[in-house]
């Protein structure tokens, strides 16, 4: 069943009953950050990880267009949508976005399945450090850089329109001089399993009467498919939240085409 926009109704089997709930970019655009693949959104090629450490040039690209999206993507504020789910306070939120927006509105159960921007990791040592420590470093390595560029496109995960970048210094490691990375799961990498197996066990823990909630994701990658599957598979209801065809309308029980924050919205009202 698919109800439209202009029939925003909560489906029954949301209002009571224990809840885990996956989200994707689709939740943080009215924190305007864009996302991947909604409406009116561009084809784009994110960067893989492989194509990370193939040399200093590629690494050289990502950072100067990550560094003056990280400029603007640090100052998003949590929209009404995740303040609704901080207030609805599922099992557990399993959310694909690395913004941290989760968190910032209180809520308190999260598995960030793709990491967080604001943290960066060591490819050699392992050594984690925070993202705004790094942004500092890059600001006095390339002193008006940013107002240089002002005026470039966020595009999602904090990165930019900018082709030249051949000027761009990155800093190393202050561990080791090893490559820094931002503490995400690129395209090519895996999630860690540890944290694939806890989004497992909350949804094997959902009975029939309880609900798989996804907002604002179309389910393009199997990090987040994965778990629609296994809740189908299992007999719990499927409830897809989201703007536009999804790789698992055919597996939801129901499919809401509406926006996010009001569904989330309408949805603390009735539970």
């Known amino acids: 069943m698919t109800l439209e926009a202009t ?27 864009p996302d991947y693949r ?3 959104s561009r084809a784009r090629q994110p960067m893989t990880y492989q194509d990370f450490v193939s040399g200093p040039a590629a690494r050289q690209r990502y ?12 100052g998003a504020a949590p929209n009404a949508g995740h303040h609704a789910l901080a207030a609805l306070d599922p099992e557990l939120l399993i959310t694909q976005n690395v913004d941290g927006l989760h968190e910032a509105a209180g809520s308190r159960r999260v598995v960030a399945l793709h990491g967080r921007i604001a943290d960066v990791i060591c490819l050699s040592c392992r050594h984690t450090s925070s993202r705004a420590s790094l942004a500092g470093r890059m600001i006095a390595a390339n002193p008006g850089y940013s107002s240089a560029h002002a ?17 761009f210094v990155v800093p190393a490691c202050e561990s080791c001089g090893g490559i820094l990375k931002p503490d995400v799961v690129f395209f090519g990498e895996n999630v860690p399993p540890a944290r694939v197996q806890r989004c497992y066990d909350a ?7 309880d ?9 393009t990658v199997m990090s987040g498919f994965r778990f629609v599957r296994r809740a189908a598979r299992a007999g719990v209801p499927v409830v897809i939240v989201n703007r536009g065809p999804t790789r698992g309308d055919e ?3 129901v499919k809401v085409d509406a926006g996010c924050s009001e569904f989330l919205r309408a949805l603390v009202g009735v539970r």
Do not use: C, K, N
């Open 7 to 33: 029939e925003l109704v909560v489906p029954g089997l949301l209002r009571q009953g224990h809840l885990v709930v996956l989200t994707g970019a689709g939740l943080s655009t009215d924190s305007g950050i």
């Open 38 to 40: 909604g409406p009116g």
């Open 151 to 167: 005026d470039v496109e966020l595009l999602p995960d904090g990165d930019v329109e900018l082709d030249d970048t051949d000027d």
């Open 251 to 253: 597996l939801a029980t």
């Open 63 to 74: 950072w100067a267009r990550s560094h003056l999206g990280w400029s603007r993507m640090r």
């Open 203 to 209: 949804v094997d823990a959902l009975a029939p009467d």
């Open 211 to 219: 609900a798989l909630l996804v907002v604002g994701s179309s389910l």
